[in-house]
């Protein structure tokens, strides 16, 4: 099996290309696509609580805690107690955090229309589609319907 022709190799290597793409946009305004990520998933008016976080990205806790600690170093962020849950937090976004939550949206908005302008819509919806079935069958355990023994 040539591995450049697998469906799970191109999936890989594409999104290893947008990550870096986005890493070096993103490292010239200091900061990773990482916490731009994380920028564009928290509400810019009422903050987001720190545990919704990590499932909206799907992201571990401890990634997402390194990520945040980093974020907080730069000034991108802040934790403050959550009035609705005293036990909770909200983060917000500092007032650079949402110029740089600008940047981000600008970026990803960029690599969008630059790929629409590009590719069909026929092409896309195709895609799109591809996509939502993949993920569909992952999901429903289609792929694995029963573990295999290992001898």
């Not at 190799?9 to 870096?20: E, F, G, N, P, V």
């Not at 000034?75 to 007032?95: H, M, Q, W």
């Not at 589609?129 to 993920?135: L, S």
Request: glycine letters at 6%; one cysteine or more.
């Amino acid at each position: 099996m040539e591995r450049e022709k697998t469906i799970d190799h191109l999936l890989r290597a594409t999104w290893q290309s947008i990550a870096k793409m986005y890493n070096e946009q993103a490292q010239k305004q200091n900061y990773t696509m990482s916490m731009g990520f994380v920028i564009l998933n928290i509400d810019c008016e009422s903050g987001t609580p720190s545990t919704a976080l990590g499932p909206l990205m799907g992201m571990e806790a401890t990634s997402l805690s390194r990520i945040i600690k980093s974020m907080e170093e730069k000034g991108l962020i802040y934790r403050e107690k959550n009035p609705n849950d005293g036990r909770g937090v909200l983060i917000k976004l500092t007032e650079l955090g949402k110029i740089k939550r600008k940047d981000a949206k600008e970026s990803v908005l960029q690599f969008n229309e630059t790929v629409k302008n590009r590719v069909s819509k026929a092409d896309l919806d195709g895609f799109k589609r591809v996509i939502e079935t993949i993920n569909h069958l992952i999901s429903d355990n289609q792929i694995y319907k029963e573990e295999r023994k290992v001898s």
